[in-house]
């Protein structure tokens, strides 16, 4: 019995990307994760010490300064440690900004909360082309 | 969301590459929160950082052809030609900001350096819809100014720029400009430090929600009063839109702060005592000080001669730097009222066109230092060196003792 459940979405950047789930309630500013491995490292941060690189990010919004966020996103991007795609719980200019000038897939109004039917773990797809999220409780292997 | 046909034709590449790439992303934006559709622009300002993020954005649309449509003022990265003289950096630092001076001028960007455009390089009329980014100078063309723009981000300016067009939605429109909360102040605000406090208290309570402020007893904030209260309540917060009441020109009077809608009882009341408790958790560091470093955001003219003042004759104490911040304008303004030369005789230097968050300033870190900016300490903790935060004339108490007690 396959446990996927399908949830619609809007798409923002379009594209497709897969991957475990990490799920950030507190809204982020790329500036403070590690370039190199893509490990947060704001203090006192929800997933302060987590990799986002290569995951699917479930993350409240975005923060911080005009200009940082979109230094934050240009780095993880050239060492290839972004997120393979990002769900937001609210959308916010600058945080969106920086997602379209590094062609990072994004989306927004799942048509539930995100924070309820993906937790950390869960294996996630994101088609932001067909508008679609789709998650795996527990993970892929759990099929 | 309407477009154009001439708007279609620039997505769909036919004046270019670096025309699509910028109508792209207003694109994205516009679509994203719902615009109806783009509004001309005749005013821009771009938070130029010289960190690659922002310059690859810039080189990307210049080389692929596109020039702005509204030449666009531009934030401070540093002055390359003098900062050499005192610091070493490295041949990459150094590269790159010449990459982002080159990119820069050949988008055709007004190259002033300075990042709080409203008080002069940059004044947007009441009411006019602008593409500002800076998150201090965002909240000041809106609150102090009544002028429209979202919290744009800098490649979402430098776009606005190129195509003269910025999407039709939040902050532009009345329903997003009113007072969400209201606050009571029953304080105090004799100097800029003491508005900037306050403005780091407000945008902890506020989010990125609109505060009405409403005083026991009116004041009369001036630029830089505005200019450090919006500065700090975009840092603790994400405040773009503030009103005072009886004081900013959206808010005549309560009613209107609220755009005829129910008033909400105050959520809480700031007096001194909040004041006070705010700048001790914020302030603990006591010590050696190597740097005192103002000017974030930029000093003005009047900011320099009020330094001077408090020196009194004075001088910065051997183990420590004296560095303002400042706009362009204001240092030449000195050097011809010969003010630069005579703060420099005390051990005091002030530079143009530089933002206290750069390369060159990092033989200073692992240091304590000392400002009177609590955004400038945010910024310079996270490259290594702690800032104690204090008004002005205990700054310069510290520089003449050489700490901080």
Known sequence: MDNVKVYKCRSIVRGRGEGEAVVSKDAMCFYLTDPKTGTV?????????????????????????????????????????????????????????????????????????????????????????AQEVRVWKGGKAAK | MFLTDEEKSILDGERGAGYQKAMELIYA????????????????????????????????????????????????????????????????????????GDAYRRIGAKLTYHCAPGLGTNVPFFGEHVAFSESSATPYVNGALGARSNRESSVSALAAAVIGKTPLYGYHLDE???????????????????????????????????????????????????????AEAATSGAVAMYHMVGVTPEAPTLEAAFGGRKIPSAECVITNKELKAEEDSLTPATGEINLVMLGCPHYTYNQLLEVERLFAGRRVNGGTAFWILAEAGAVELAERSHLRQRLELLG????????????????????????DSPKCAYYRERRGQPFAIRRLSVCVEAAVKGRLD
């Open chain 2, 176 to 230: 997003c400009r009113r007072g969400d909360f209201l606050i009571d102040v029953d304080a105090d605000m004799p100097e800029c430090y003491d508005w900037g406090i306050l403005g780091h208290c407000v945008g902890k309570i506020a989010g990125s929600r609109n505060p009405v402020l409403r005083f026991k007893n009116t004041p009369r904030p001036g630029q830089e009063d505005f200019l450090y209260f919006g």
């Open chain 1, 41 to 129: 490292i704001e203090r006192n941060h929800a997933i302060q010490g987590k990799s986002i690189a290569g995951k699917v990010l479930v993350v409240q919004s975005g923060k911080g300064s005009s200009v940082v966020q979109v230094d934050g996103f240009y780095q993880l991007w050239v060492k290839n440690n972004l997120p393979s795609a990002i769900i937001l719980g609210e959308a916010e200019p600058v945080i969106v900004s920086s997602a379209v000038i590094v062609g990072e897939t994004m989306v927004d109004r799942l048509e539930a909360d995100p924070f309820e039917v993906i937790e950390d773990g869960d294996y996630v797809e994101v088609d932001a082309d």
């Open chain 2, 348 to 371: 005091v230097r002030m530079v143009g066109d530089t933002c206290i968050d750069e390369p060159c300033w990092k033989s200073f870190e692992g240091s304590l230092g000392v400002t």
């Open chain 2, 29 to 100: 934006l516009g679509l994203t929160f719902d615009a109806e559709k783009l509004i001309p622009i005749k005013r821009a300002h771009v938070a130029l950082s010289g960190q690659e993020g922002d310059t690859y954005w810039c080189e990307l649309l210049v080389n692929g052809g596109a020039v702005c449509a509204v030449p666009p003022t531009t934030n401070p990265y540093w002055d390359t030609a003098y900062l050499t003289k005192f610091f070493d950096v490295t041949r990459e630092e150094l590269e790159l900001a010449e990459r982002t």
